[in-house]
């Protein structure tokens, strides 16, 4: 309901550092729904990313394999596509 959407404006998922520091790993919806196969769930380069350290942990003892990431420069021409320009 509050926060921004830098990846696709005309979607309802939000990001919000709010309720990232609440409920961690739940502030970075619309990163994830934008890029849904991107097993990093998020584009922050300041917060804590547990659940991709806990998919790289698994991957590490070879419980998840195959791991997918958006590159860089696709994240960034989306945000200039379709973000709603916040970050």
Partial sequence: MYGYRPFDKKMEAR???????VQPGEGSHNYHHVFPRDYKTKDHALSFKSARYFIEFMA????????KMSSDELVKARKLKTGDGSR
């Fill in 15 to 21: 990001e919000s550092f709010f309720t990232e520091s």
């Fill in 60 to 67: 590490l003892i070879g419980q998840a394999y195959d791991l």
